[in-house]
């Protein structure tokens, strides 16, 4: 058997998704609805599909595909329905002042008409053989964004709540004074630099958190599923644990070393390299514990 139905039917699917949509309404207006909203859902989508193909590569190359023209027809003209709406209620509010309920009912416009575009190109029997995994798949990306974006949300508020440790290690050692501001501004002797919520770990965990689920979904039929329930936590915690140490190095380097090493040598690749380090080691004693005993 062979990948080419597959990959014609995915590539026909993604070429409508990627251009003609976006296209359009990026033609019709330009609020920032608009952007948003055109940006996130094809990336949603993308995720989706390469969750897809991860869980099922092997079963995508054996299954027998059917085409319908009726089908494709009566889904093609709904889901491009569903788009309209979309791009309709994007350019203007239906009564909704609502921001947020505005922005989401322009996704599940937009998310519909997607799924029923990926069925007038699929086919219904190809949604009935794999519709556990589609709904898996749509779970998890839909759980990786909305975990990011509170993640992001809630970056200074994490920071506020890390610094008051930070300062208290850093002044065993150092004079140290704290102004709160929108961020927290921390001067220790000379040295003095603001702690924003990348510096806290966030941007590596949501990094590492996409890693884990990658790992996870490439061998999702030899991971014990429920070890991800306790290994994935202490990954997390220690992503912070490092962001923390990290942060106190920099402070500790900037006040008692040099300042000019500590901003443009240690702040700028220490974070990418305790992060790929961390990551390696991390999986290279986890892994072998996630897999099914046989």
């Known amino acids: 058997m062979t990948w080419k139905p597959f990959i014609t039917r995915i590539t026909i699917f993604l070429i409508l998704l990627y251009t003609i949509i976006p296209a359009a309404v990026l033609k019709i207006g330009t609020k920032p609805q608009l952007t948003v909203n055109v940006l996130y859902m094809?990336?949603?989508?993308?995720?989706?599909?390469?969750?897809?193909?991860?869980?099922?590569?092997?079963?995508?190359?054996?299954?027998?595909?059917?085409?319908?023209?009726?089908?494709?027809?009566?889904?093609?003209?709904?889901?491009?329905?569903?788009?309209i709406a979309y791009i309709v209620q994007q350019k203007q509010y239906w009564g909704l002042e609502n921001a947020i309920l505005h922005t989401i009912t322009g996704y599940a416009l937009y998310l519909i008409g997607g799924l029923i575009l990926f069925l007038a190109v699929f086919n219904t029997d190809f949604a009935k053989n794999f519709k556990k995994t589609i709904l898996m798949s749509f779970a998890i990306i839909i759980g990786y964004g909305g975990g990011a974006t509170a993640l992001s949300l809630a970056g200074y508020p994490i920071t506020r709540a890390i610094i008051k440790p930070l300062v208290a290690l850093l002044s065993l050692t150092n004079t140290v004074t704290l102004t709160v501001d929108n961020a927290p501004w921390v001067t220790v002797g000379k040295f003095s630099a603001v702690v924003g919520p990348p510096c806290t770990g966030i941007t590596s965990l949501i990094l590492f958190t996409g890693l884990f689920l990658f790992v996870v979904i490439l061998d999702w039929k030899k991971i014990n599923k429920k070890s991800i329930l306790w290994m994935y936590p202490i990954g997390a915690v220690g992503m912070f644990i490092l962001a923390f140490m990290r942060l106190y190095l920099l402070f500790l380097i900037g006040a008692n070393y040099s300042p000019k090493f500590a901003m443009a040598g240690f702040h700028n690749n220490a974070s990418w390299i305790i992060f790929v380090l961390y990551f390696l080691a991390y999986f290279w004693i986890i892994y072998p514990k996630m897999l099914k005993k046989t």
């Open 42 to 83: 094809p990336i949603i989508f993308a995720g989706l599909v390469a969750a897809f193909i991860l869980m099922k590569r092997d079963e995508l190359k054996t299954f027998q595909y059917t085409f319908s023209i009726k089908q494709t027809i009566l889904f093609g003209i709904l889901a491009y329905s569903f788009f």
